[in-house]
């Protein structure tokens, strides 16, 4: 029943940037630096999500105080969450080699590798943050989401563990080893930490989305439901929370919001027309 139901579902997963996680709350001051007031008043701008501005502050900070390691690995942190990653790695290397110390840019800068499949650079890069900071809490879970895609399940496990142990606020941590536990079949485990993931950031829509998943394979449809409308509020062009949600309404048999949501999920990205057709015909056969 529960490899009935999690085959049915688009899994969301993430690698934390300090998710491999470009986390725009991880941008730093420059309080000894010649840049700091462009880099600090860049920062002021991301509580408002105004990533723009705070980017053009970056920008100059960089053309007066071009050896300002700050204002690079800030203005990577923003272009990494905004999906630019090539343009965000030209800026980590910078940070890096001006900083060769730099732990969060090796952390950041693995998830960049990670998400262009290159494992054994992102392996690297996590590595060598942890070898500078041995309390870089981030650098244990990324390293683990590493781990786990090459097939060390007890090292990935032991990371993410070690993560929790040093922060135990670590959102990304507790979401990573939740779906750790959720590729493995552990449900009650993987929902307690997605549990713990939304405590502590709320607004980390992946999570819900997971939880959702979780929550269809237990059987709590209603409750899934609930997690993927909270998803889709927060993130309303994820195209795996509608198809998700679509999932869920049809083994209710609630046909009609099921096909809205699919056709939505289309919308969003049409790529996802087969496996869809898949876990559809699948779903019906099930309900």
């Keep these: 029943m529960v490899r009935k139901f999690l085959s049915l579902l688009v899994p969301v997963l993430a690698i934390c940037l300090i998710i491999l996680n470009a986390s725009t709350s991880d941008a730093q001051t420059a309080p000894k630096e010649p840049s700091a007031s462009h880099v600090n008043r860049g920062n002021s701008w ?10 053009k502050d970056y920008d100059i900070a960089i053309v007066f105080h071009p050896n300002s390691a700050t204002a690079y690995y800030n203005r990577a942190v923003l272009l990494q969450a905004n999906g630019q990653l090539e343009s965000a790695l030209s800026d980590y290397n910078k940070a890096i080699d001006l900083k060769p110390r730099y732990a969060s840019a090796y952390t950041n800068r693995a998830g960049i590798y990670y998400a262009q499949g290159l494992l054994a650079e992102a392996m690297a890069d996590s590595n060598r943050a942890i070898e500078i900071d041995v309390h870089h809490a981030s650098a244990y879970t990324n390293r683990g989401v590493v781990r786990a895609a090459r097939g060390d399940a007890e090292g990935a496990l032991a990371d993410h563990n070690k993560a929790i142990r040093i922060d135990r606020h670590l959102a990304t941590a507790y979401f990573n080893r939740g779906v750790f536990y959720l590729n493995r079949g552990d449900l009650n485990l993987a ?6 993931a939304i405590e502590n950031a709320p607004n980390l829509t992946m999570a819900y989305v997971n939880r959702g998943s979780v929550q269809v394979a237990l059987g709590n449809l ?20 509608f198809q998700n949600r679509g999932i869920a309404y049809l083994l209710l048999r609630r046909d009609v919001e099921a096909e809205r949501d699919f056709a939505r999920c289309l919308e969003l990205d049409s790529s996802l ?9 699948k779903a019906r056969t099930r309900r």
Excluded at 191 to 196: G, H, I, Q, T
Excluded at 222 to 241: H, R
Excluded at 273 to 281: C, D, I, N, Q, T
């Design 191 to 196: 929902l307690a930490d997605f549990d713990n």
């Design 46 to 55: 991301i509580p408002n999500d105004d990533f723009q501005r705070a980017i």
């Design 273 to 281: 027309k087969g496996s869809l057709e898949r876990a559809v015909a």
């Design 222 to 241: 209603a409750a899934a439901i609930a997690d993927y409308d909270q998803a889709i509020s927060l993130s309303p062009t994820m195209a795996a929370a």
